[in-house]
């Protein structure tokens, strides 16, 4: 008994972290000016249509939400962070479209068994720390029929290249917590998702990234706004050498995955993953 109080305990400290960190920063700044395309490529994968009643999973500022909503769905955007809130509800007043916007955490929704038509989740869910209670609570509240849809960083494309840089850098994780782009892996989602799901569809589609003007100019944004950046830097920040260690080894990865052209450009690897939910 003792060690399932302990095992709840640190979970919740671990998730306020989470919380923490996702609100350092500017997220709102990075998924409108550097990922916005990847929304509604999964919307649109997961087939999103008039009158479905769509649950998008650590939603963040609405980056896959609101084009859901714009499509004429009932949409329900949830996130660990509901700091983030406020720029997806001037994304969605921008947009003309109305949506619930709810806190939640992705391994632990407060909604019924098959509530809703579409369930998805665009570069989310893969950072809850428990893979397979994420996926079983994805799974849960889709109904029998209903549509699943996932999009995430590959482990051997850039964020995932990106991650890797960071970790010696980073605290250690906490027992149990697994590596979020083991999600950009089709065998991973395969494994998570299990029998439960049909007419799985798996695709490693490119984003080309030409927001920034050099490698210097990603790594300086992203220490500015991007809240796992920002976290291992600040754990860095009484040492000088390590710090400094960061910047070179970001800017060297950031310069591996320059395209050649004339301009500054990055071609970054996800994952699209679309299912059925089954029986």
């Known amino acids: 008994m003792t060690e399932s109080v302990d095992t709840v305990v640190s979970d ?46 650590a939603a963040g500022a609405g980056n896959a939400a609101v084009p859901a909503a714009v499509r004429g769905a009932d949409v329900v955007a949830t996130d660990l962070t509901p700091e983030l809130f406020e720029a997806g509800k001037r994304a969605a007043a921008q947009a003309g479209v109305e949506l619930v916007w709810k806190e939640a955490d992705a391994e632990n929704l407060p909604f019924t068994d098959g ?7 665009c570069v989310g869910v893969m950072f809850a720390p428990h893979h397979q ?33 960071m970790k010696p850098y980073a605290p250690a994780p906490p027992p149990g917590a697994q590596p979020a782009p083991l999600w950009g892996d089709e065998n991973h989602v395969r494994r998570l998702f299990g029998d439960l799901v049909g007419e799985f569809d798996a695709r490693r589609k490119i984003l080309h990234v030409d927001r920034f003007g050099g490698p210097e100019d990603f790594r300086d944004f992203f220490k500015a706004n991007y809240g796992p950046t920002i976290a ?3 754990n ?21 995955y320059d395209d050649g052209d004339s301009s500054f450009g990055m071609d970054w690897e996800y994952l699209l993953v679309t299912c059925v939910r089954g029986v």
Not at 115 to 121: A, H, I, M, T
Not at 145 to 162: C, D, K, S, Y
Request: proline share 4%; aromatic share 6%; charged share 30%.
């Open 236 to 256: 860095i920040s009484d040492d000088r050498d390590r710090t400094e260690a960061l910047d070179r080894e970001l800017v060297e990865l950031a310069r591996k």
């Open 115 to 121: 509530e809703f038509d579409v369930v998805l989740s």
């Open 133 to 165: 209670r994420a996926a079983d609570e994805l799974l849960r509240v889709c109904r029998v029929g209903g549509r699943v849809g996932v999009l995430n960083w590959t482990p051997a494309g850039f964020i995932g290249e990106m991650f890797k840089v």
């Open 232 to 234: 291992v830097y600040r």
């Open 12 to 57: 919740r400290v671990l998730k306020s972290k989470h919380r923490v960190m996702w609100g350092l920063g500017d997220y709102p700044a990075v998924a409108s000016q550097v990922i916005p395309d990847l929304g509604p490529v999964l919307v649109q994968g997961c087939e999103v249509g008039e009158g479905d009643r769509v649950l998008d999973i």
